[in-house]
C-alpha cells in the first residue's frame, strides 16, 4: 500500500484537549551550605502532544540539555554550596491529540536498518531479553512476520495474562516478576510488552508520563501523585506506536493499541536513564519527575507539587 493510500485512511479531524499544567518543587532550608544538585524532566513535544507555552521561574543559572541515549530534554541545577532556598516552578499549555495512524499491516514494511534500534531491542535492568522470553514470544506469534501485527498478538497476550493491581506491583518495573505473578502496575505490565517485543526483534521503549485525571465532585484542586506509563514500538511505515496495555488491564480498555487516551500526558521516554550532566549515582530506573543529589548522593527528600487544569 502506498504511502498516499495510507494517509486517506486517516480519520477526520482528530479530537484534541488542552491542558495547563504547573510543577513545583524547592530545595528548603535545611540543604542550604550543602552540595546540590537537581535534574527535571521537560514536557517534550511527540507525536500526540505539543507544548503550546512553557515559562519556568527558577534560579538564573539552570541550564538545559538533551540526555544522550534517548533524547530526554532535561532541566539542571547546581550549587556547591547552597547559598539560600531554591524554588523551581515550571508551567505548561500542552495541546494532547488522538494518534490516528492507520494501524493497517500493509502500510508497514521491514527494518532495514536494525543496529540503529539497539538501544531498544536490549535487555534492561528488570527487563528481560532472554532465552525463556524468546521461546515464549515466537510461540505467541507463530507464522505471523508483520511487525504491525506480531505487536498486536503480544499486545493481547499481556493484557489477557496479567492484572492490575499497584499494591502488589515489583517497584521496579520487572518482567519477570510479571511472568511469574501476573500482576503488577503499569511498569510490570509493560516491562513484560517491552520484554516480549525485544524478544521478536521489535523496537521497543517506555514512556513515562501522567494519565491527568480531574478532581472527585466537591473538591476544588487537583494534585497529581504517582506517575503513568505505556510502551512505544516501531513500525517502518508508521513509526513510533504507542500501546497502554496497563489501561487495558485495569479499565478494560482493549482498544488502546496504537492510541492513547487525550489525558495522558508524557515526560521522558526510556529507563536506566543517565543525565545531563551525568548524576553520580546509578541509572534512573525512570524519569517521572525531578531528581536531586545532595552532596553527591540521592536525595530523596524533594518536596513536588503537580496540578493541572483542563482548558
Excluded at 530534554?73 to 494532547?96: C, D, I, K, Q, S
Excluded at 493484557?159 to 518482567?175: F, K, L, P
Amino acid at each position: 500500500m502506498q504511502a498516499a493510500e495510507c494517509a486517506a485512511l486517516r480519520k477526520d479531524g482528530p479530537s484534541a484537549a488542552w491542558y495547563e499544567i504547573s510543577d513545583h518543587f524547592s530545595l528548603g532550608e535545611p540543604l542550604v551550605g550543602k552540595s546540590v544538585a537537581v535534574w527535571a524532566p521537560i514536557i517534550p513535544d511527540t507525536d500526540r502532544q505539543r507544548v503550546l507555552d512553557f515559562r519556568l521561574d527558577a534560579p538564573e543559572d539552570v541550564t538545559f540539555a538533551h540526555d544522550g541515549a534517548h533524547g530526554n530534554l532535561v532541566m539542571h541545577f547546581a550549587a556547591e554550596a547552597l547559598a539560600e532556598p531554591a524554588a523551581f516552578a515550571l508551567h505548561y499549555t500542552v495541546e494532547t491529540r488522538v494518534d490516528e495512524r492507520p494501524m493497517t499491516p500493509e502500510c508497514v514494511g521491514e527494518i532495514a536498518n536494525p543496529a540503529a534500534f539497539a538501544p531498544w531491542l536490549g535487555p534492561e535492568q528488570h527487563v528481560t531479553v532472554d532465552a525463556e522470553t524468546a521461546k515464549l514470544a515466537r510461540d505467541l506469534v507463530g507464522t505471523e512476520t508483520n511487525i504491525l501485527e506480531q505487536a498486536r498478538i503480544l499486545y493481547k497476550y499481556v493484557i489477557g495474562h496479567m492484572a492490575y493491581d499497584a499494591a502488589q506491583q515489583s517497584w521496579v518495573g520487572s518482567s519477570s516478576h510479571a511472568l511469574t505473578c501476573s500482576i503488577g502496575n503499569c511498569n510490570d505490565i509493560h516491562a513484560l510488552f517491552i520484554s516480549l517485543a525485544r524478544s521478536v526483534d521489535i523496537p521497543t521503549r517506555l514512556v513515562l508520563g501522567q494519565a491527568l485525571e480531574p478532581p472527585p465532585p466537591g473538591e476544588e484542586a487537583c494534585d497529581l501523585c504517582g506517575y503513568h506509563c505505556w510502551a512505544e514500538f516501531f513500525a517502518p511505515g508508521l513509526g513510533w506506536i504507542p500501546v497502554d496495555a496497563s489501561c487495558a488491564c485495569k479499565y478494560g480498555k482493549t482498544d488502546l493499541f496504537g492510541t492513547l487516551e487525550l489525558n495522558h500526558i508524557a515526560w521522558s521516554t526510556g529507563r536506566d536513564l543517565v543525565l545531563s550532566p551525568p548524576q553520580k549515582g546509578d541509572p534512573l530506573l525512570y524519569f517521572a519527575g525531578p531528581y536531586a543529589e545532595v552532596d553527591g548522593e540521592p536525595f530523596n527528600g524533594l518536596g513536588r507539587h503537580v496540578s493541572f487544569n483542563e482548558l
